[in-house]
């Protein structure tokens, strides 16, 4: 029996769950091995009851934890076919292992990670502690800001990640709730264009190709592990970046809309910058253009692929500005933050002058408010005014209290 | 179709054409190599593989050697079982969708765990998938111990067996839990066939496999494999141990088909005390000594209980 194709609207009102798990359906997904958990759940519930109306063809195995989910995704995708699931949070801390198995083995598989908070203690709300959770674990990372990105950047993640040149899993980022469950107007490709984008899975070293058996997952000590990684993260540092470029161009050839791996918004002549991910850097935007009638300016990065960093682009971002602030939506555990560690290195060697500062918003869901977003960049016009952080180097905003600053 | 492989003889079943081949790691007088292939050799048809971590996956695929002929795949020491189920699954979708490469195979899936991969750490994940009833086998190489980590105990290390983590000492038998019924909680999911078999009853195995692989669905095997080094028995003995050990009935050989058509498929001539049993092993050494004889006599007590209630189940067809 043959799938039905579904009729799509130009623009469809969907949450970032629905338009991720509309991206599912055409890219035809060939197996989807997953465990349900908030905020993410409305991405497999949505491919499942594809899969109840005929609209999908391939498997949807619903195993009985992420550690399985992921285990039945490393098991589909080496026998050779596209794979998806979807986490959040502590199901993607219970799947970190085989996070790790997965980009050893260089399985392409798409991860919708909707980001929420990590207990303890337990929250199902936003923060981006699962992003930064697992990114050394060799996945490439995009970031997408509102549920349109969570659609488009499902496509552009299956073309880079079975690229035979790339063979690395990628994970789509969305805030959880303020993505997941926010209903917004989505422009949409057709069934047939978008499978036409991803196109049909082609196989290599896949254990259902019974003319090669092949062996996968094997055993290394110190005489060759230290090779295969350096060989991965060699192509994540090489190959990957100009693989994703490739792939944004020919995403916008097809639907006008652009990416890049470093989002530039009103930075040409910015003085002030802030640095961040997921639904703050639409809220951060906003604020910069108020900030510019004020005569403050300001402009907005956001980083749309946090894995391979964008360590040069980045540096070129934000060459010019006076003094940047780095957002980080996580506890940091004891250090700045990530976002502020890597924009800091990736400034460090080079001549520029900016005066950098951390920020740590946002946990278990906290919203960022305008008036957080205005007081920050008054600090930053501040420290560009006096020429050093006039501020501790890390602090906290919005939480109650007393004033947390550190460093 | 795929057609059951017409097994004659041993010298004919045991050079059949390998694809698990003898070049490998594993202790001289180790039974996983030989209940491996006993599974293997039982079937023409194409295979899919799983080890989870483990003496069998440590000692088969070290880079750049394999020592598989056959499409295999490791993941990590809980998830052989799922490994292959995401393949399975795989297969069905490219099935549907007419994109197999060989479409007329007809491929068998198959998951290898030791008991330590089984009975404890992926005991989960085997549960989910004899629950999902994937059609796949696993096949537990049981030696009741930790032994690629080096002799610790597992779930499935009976009493009185001396492991690293519970050693015998001035005021210890060793092992103070009794070995956890797999085949009966395996069952339980009512699958359609579980079995117990043994490598040295290489027809019972055989039939049993083929069994299994004739099964539509999920099946469960579970394998004694005498382990040389941690049960401290001689390699040149390693059948003889599985002997005793079928013919002790402290492994008896049975069938549970649907989860409760059981079937003693094994009924030794000579029964042999599992005093015997015990005496053939270094980890047992210590239950001669005065003050633990009576763990010997509890352990046959056990063993010819345990034997009665198969026998009553098999009477009930319960």
Not at chain 1, 1 to 13: G, Q, R, S, T, Y
Not at chain 1, 60 to 68: D, G
Not at chain 1, 88 to 104: K, R, V
Not at chain 2, 108 to 122: E, L, T
Request: glycine share 8%.
């Amino acid at each position: 029996m043959a799938f039905d194709k579904m009729e799509l609207k130009d623009i469809e009102v969907w949450d970032g769950n629905y338009a991720a798990a509309q991206a599912l359906r055409q890219s035809q997904v060939d197996v989807v091995s997953a465990y349900p958990i908030t905020p993410s759940t409305g991405i497999v519930e949505g491919f499942a009851k594809f899969k109840a109306d005929n609209y999908v063809e391939g498997e949807f195995v619903m195993v009985e934890s992420e550690h399985a989910a992921m285990s039945g995704c490393i098991g589909a995708a080496a026998a050779g076919g596209r794979v998806a699931t979807a986490t959040a949070s502590q199901g993607l801390a219970l799947m970190s292992e085989t996070l790790y198995q997965a980009s050893g083995m260089r399985l392409p598989i798409v991860l919708n990670l909707v980001n929420r908070a990590l207990a303890a203690p337990l929250n199902v709300n936003g923060d981006h502690s699962d992003m930064y959770m697992v990114r050394d674990s060799g996945w490439i990372q995009f970031d997408a800001y509102n549920p349109q990105e969570a659609y488009d950047l499902n496509f552009i993640a299956f073309k880079v990640s079975e690229d035979h040149d790339v063979r690395l899993p990628a994970i789509v980022n969305q805030d959880g709730f303020m993505t997941s469950h926010t209903a917004q107007g989505v422009h949409t490709m057709d069934d047939d264009t978008a499978f036409g984008f991803v196109g049909e899975y082609k196989p290599m070293n896949d254990m259902l190709d019974f003319e090669h058996p092949v062996t996968h997952g094997v055993q290394t000590e110190e005489d060759w592990h230290f090779e295969h990684k350096a060989r991965q993260h060699n192509d994540m540092m090489t190959i990957v970046p100009g693989k994703i470029d490739e792939a944004f161009a020919a995403f916008e050839k097809l639907t006008g809309r652009k990416y890049n791996q470093v989002e530039k918004y009103d930075m040409d002549d910015a003085d002030v910058a802030v640095v961040c991910m997921g639904t703050s850097v639409e809220t951060a935007r906003e604020v910069a253009l108020e900030m510019r009638e004020k005569g403050i300016k300001a402009g907005v990065v956001g980083i749309r692929v946090f894995r391979p960093f964008p360590f040069m682009a980045i540096a070129d971002a934000l060459k010019d500005v006076k003094a940047v602030a780095a957002l980080d939506r996580s506890a940091p555990g004891g250090t700045p933050g990530a976002l502020f560690n890597e924009i800091a290195g990736a400034l460090y060697n080079t001549d520029s002058k900016m005066l950098l500062s951390g920020y740590i918003y946002g946990l278990g869901g906290r919203d960022l408010t305008k008036k957080h977003l205005v007081d920050l960049f008054t600090e930053l016009q501040a420290n560009a005014d006096a020429g050093k952080v006039l501020t501790k180097q890390q602090q906290f905003i919005g939480v109650r209290g007393p004033k947390l600053a550190y460093l | 179709m795929s057609e059951m492989k017409k097994i004659k003889n041993l010298k004919e079943f045991s050079t059949s054409a390998d694809r698990f081949e003898g070049a490998n790691l594993l202790c001289p007088g180790c039974a996983h190599s030989i209940i491996v292939r006993e599974v293997l050799n039982a079937t023409n048809d194409d295979l899919v593989l799983a080890a989870s971590t483990g003496c069998l996956e440590v000692c088969t695929a070290v880079y750049p050697y394999t020592s598989w002929d056959a499409s295999w795949i490791h993941i990590g020491f809980e998830n052989g079982s799922t490994a292959v189920a995401g393949a399975e699954a795989m297969y069905k979708a490219l099935k549907t969708k007419g994109r197999l490469k060989q479409p007329d195979r007809t491929p068998k899936f198959v998951a290898f765990g030791g008991d330590g991969a089984s009975y404890d750490i992926g005991f989960q994940w085997i549960s989910g998938c004899m629950e999902r009833n994937h059609d796949m086998m696993y096949v537990v190489l049981d030696n009741e111990v930790y032994a690629n980590t080096g002799g610790q105990r597992s779930s499935s290390t009976p009493i009185g067996a001396s492991a690293t983590t519970t050693p015998a000492g001035k005021i210890s038998y060793g092992e103070t839990k009794n070995k956890k019924d797999m085949m009966g909680i395996m069952a339980a999911h009512n699958i359609p066939y579980a079995a117990q078999v043994a490598p040295n009853k290489w027809k019972d195995m055989v039939k049993k496999i083929q069994k299994g692989f004739a099964t539509e669905g999920a099946v469960f095997i579970n394998a004694v494999s005498p382990c040389t080094t941690e049960w401290k028995f001689d390699p040149k003995d390693t059948m003889h141990l599985t002997d005793l050990a079928t013919d002790s009935l402290v492994f008896p050989l049975y069938e549970i088909i649907d989860g409760h058509e059981l079937n003693i498929t094994y009924r030794p001539k000579n029964i042999v005390p599992v005093e015997e049993y015990l005496a053939a092993q270094g980890r047992f050494r210590h239950l001669f000594k005065d003050q633990y004889k009576y763990l010997i006599k509890e352990w046959q007590e056990r063993v010819d209980a345990n034997w009665a209630y198969l026998n009553r189940r098999e009477e009930a067809r319960v």
